[in-house]
Nanobody, 124 residues
């Protein structure tokens, strides 16, 4: 099983930008699809973005399309989520996840390993 350690996040004003990083260890993620999810207080964890094993395919939930970008570097064993034009509704704890399989999924139950979560707060 791969271990995922997240960094980044924090407090930003509306319209600002943040980049989240997810560094993997234990084994290579080159054969894994990767995803980002988020969970707001009192709400269920929801899909944000995913990327297939080689970065050739990405998928986003509608609310972040055009604002967020998921990317990966299999040599560095790292995945990123670049977040631009942030809104208060983006406030949540963000989680990266790894799926043992080449192709993406927007279902949390398909992912095997999870990062520790990182808080993103967007002030109005």
């Amino acid at each position: 099983q791969v271990q995922l350690v997240q960094s980044g996040g924090g407090l930003v004003q509306t319209g600002g930008s943040l980049t989240l990083s997810c560094a993997a260890s234990g084994r290579t993620i080159s054969s894994c699809a990767m995803g980002w999810f988020r969970q707001a207080p009192g709400k269920e964890r929801k899909f944000v973005a995913s990327i297939n094993w080689d970065g050739g395919y990405t998928y986003y939930t509608d609310s972040v399309k055009g604002r967020f970008t998921i990317s990966r570097d299999n040599v560095k064993n790292t995945v990123w989520l670049q977040m631009n034009s942030l809104k208060p509704d983006d406030t949540a704890v963000y989680y990266c996840a790894a799926r043992s399989g080449l192709y993406t999924s927007n279902y949390a139950g398909d992912y095997d390993s999870w990062g520790q979560g990182t808080q993103v707060t967007v002030s109005s």
